[in-house]
């Protein structure tokens, strides 16, 4: 494998897991934030999550002192010039992403490898952007990315053989169990578990139970380790909507229609967790 150092753009929480991931695995890593103060602020959560670890005694100090200084945190693009890999994870907004890899194939060098950490966008628009299509792929993590053990590898159908290689081989590298999907909205994963997810709020909607009920049924019936409205809200609700409207758009599937209530939620700005209130309630 040709790549040690990785850009990841983007500081929120996929974009800070994915950092602390590569970094523990060895790569040098440069953060990349719209602001400063944003990617600094990503870099000093990632050291809180290193030292829960040591604390836990999942790593020792050195092992975290030697993953920090693996982490650039900027705010400048051109900082990302010599990657090998840069893994963009912005806002699930295809306008924004195709904008970004427009710019990122003018900055990076010619042979690295540009990937989205889309959930549902077609990877084949962005690297249609390029100058090198061939170079451009998916790679997705799941959150919390330290600990998911998946990652989708989103071959579009302009990725050389070669590109794919370098992304399966980079995935396993940070301890993963690459799968290697086609380019096709919500590829494995949440193809299958966002109908399942609208049809849990189709059933609360219908009065058959309430959402701590139906978590309550799915975790005890199915052995999930978190029921339907828990994983909406750890998501985001409207991260959640948004994979819906990509899902539906491209198949016209009934089952991926959003429930109105969702679209309601987020509109209200009840996105979940990180808003305190979703679903359920996590105020304190």
């Not at 600094?40 to 040591?54: H, I």
């Not at 993590?141 to 053990?149: D, G, L």
């Given at each position: 494998?040709?790549?040690?150092?990785?850009?990841?753009?983007?500081?929120?929480?996929?974009?800070?897991?994915?950092?602390?991931?590569?970094?523990?695995?060895?790569?040098?890593?440069?953060?990349?934030?719209?602001?400063q103060?944003?990617?600094?602020?990503?870099r000093?959560?990632?050291?809180?999550?290193?030292?829960?670890?040591?604390?836990?005694?999942?790593?020792?100090?050195a092992?975290?002192?030697?993953?920090l200084?693996?982490?650039?945190?900027?705010?400048?693009?051109?900082?990302?010039?010599?990657?090998?890999?840069?893994?963009?994870?912005?806002?699930?907004?295809?306008?924004?992403?195709?904008d970004?890899?427009?710019?990122?194939?003018?900055?990076?060098?010619?042979g690295?490898?540009?990937?989205?950490?889309?959930?549902?966008?077609?990877?084949?628009?962005?690297?249609?952007?390029?100058?090198?299509?061939?170079?451009?792929?998916?790679?997705?993590?799941?959150?919390?990315?330290?600990?998911?053990?998946?990652?989708?590898?989103?071959?579009?159908?302009?990725?050389?053989d070669?590109?794919?290689?370098?992304?399966v081989a980079?995935?396993?590298?940070?301890?993963?169990?690459?799968?290697?999907?086609?380019?096709?909205?919500?590829?494995?994963?949440?193809?299958?578990?966002?109908?399942?997810l609208n049809?849990?709020?189709?059933?609360?909607?219908?009065?058959?139970?309430?959402?701590?009920?139906?978590?309550?049924?799915?975790?005890g019936?199915?052995?999930?380790?978190?029921?339907?409205?828990?994983?909406?809200?750890?998501?985001?609700?409207?991260?959640?909507?948004?994979?819906?409207?990509?899902?539906y758009?491209?198949?016209?599937?009934?089952?991926y229609?959003?429930?109105?209530?969702?679209?309601?939620?987020?509109?209200?700005?009840?996105?979940?967790?990180?808003?305190?209130?979703?679903?359920?309630?996590?105020?304190?």
């Amino acid at each position: 494998m040709s790549i040690t150092r990785v850009g990841v753009i983007g500081s929120g929480i996929m974009g800070s897991g994915i950092t602390e991931t590569a970094a523990t695995s060895g790569f040098e890593v440069v953060l990349r934030s719209r602001s400063q103060a944003t990617a600094d602020a990503t870099r000093a959560g990632m050291e809180k999550s290193l030292n829960r670890q040591v604390e836990k005694g999942k790593k020792t100090e050195a092992e975290r002192d030697e993953a920090l200084a693996r982490v650039t945190a900027t705010d400048d693009l051109a900082a990302l010039a010599d990657c090998d890999l840069v893994i963009e994870s912005v806002v699930e907004d295809l306008a924004v992403k195709l904008d970004l890899f427009a710019e990122l194939d003018r900055i990076t060098g010619e042979g690295a490898i540009l990937a989205t950490n889309t959930s549902t966008l077609p990877v084949v628009e962005m690297a249609m952007k390029t100058n090198r299509p061939d170079k451009v792929c998916g790679i997705h993590f799941f959150n919390p990315a330290p600990v998911m053990a998946l990652v989708e590898v989103v071959r579009p159908i302009t990725a050389s053989d070669e590109t794919i290689a370098e992304a399966v081989a980079f995935a396993a590298t940070c301890g993963k169990t690459p799968v290697e999907v086609k380019d096709q909205a919500g590829f494995v994963v949440n193809a299958l578990l966002f109908p399942y997810l609208n049809n849990a709020i189709r059933l609360m909607e219908q009065g058959v139970a309430s959402a701590e009920d139906i978590d309550t049924a799915m975790k005890g019936g199915c052995g999930f380790p978190m029921g339907p409205f828990a994983l909406l809200d750890l998501v985001g609700l409207d991260t959640s909507l948004a994979i819906l409207d990509a899902l539906y758009n491209e198949f016209r599937d009934p089952n991926y229609a959003a429930m109105p209530l969702l679209r309601r939620m987020v509109a209200a700005g009840q996105l979940g967790r990180k808003t305190g209130q979703g679903f359920l309630n996590y105020a304190r």
